[in-house]
């Protein structure tokens, strides 16, 4: 069992800023970053091997997001450059302890944070 907590949320103008942070009780072999909107499902955002620290980016964020891990103290992050007011949404950090998994789907993961809400105004 993985427990994860996100923190870092908040408040930041378009072209602007924000790290978001996720830290887990233990170590997995893949985590990865999810967001969600009202009314949508959640959208794959970036993940991040464990093991030779492997990145993967969804389209909509690839150029502006870099995925990230300390391993000595099993975080994650995600550096969010560039915002826009569509990156708004509530973003979920994920992982699981299987390795043959498509990193992009919800279903591969099996464990989930609580989730911290990002805004960006125009």
């Known amino acids: 069992q993985v427990q994860l907590v996100e923190s870092g949320g908040g408040l930041v103008q378009a072209g602007g800023s924000l790290r978001l942070s996720c830290a887990a009780s233990?170590?997995?072999?893949?985590m990865g970053w999810f967001r969600q909107t009202p009314g949508k499902e959640r959208e794959f955002v970036a993940a991040i091997r464990w093991s030779n620290g492997g990145t993967y980016y969804g389209g909509s964020v690839k150029g502006r997001f870099t995925v990230s891990i300390e391993n000595a103290q099993n975080m994650m992050y995600l550096q969010m450059n560039s915002l826009k007011p569509e990156d708004t949404a509530v973003y979920f950090c994920a992982a699981t302890h299987r390795s043959a998994v498509v990193v992009g789907l919800e279903r591969s993961y099996d464990y989930w944070g609580q989730g911290t809400q990002v805004t960006v105004s125009p």
């Open positions: 233990g170590r997995s072999f893949i």
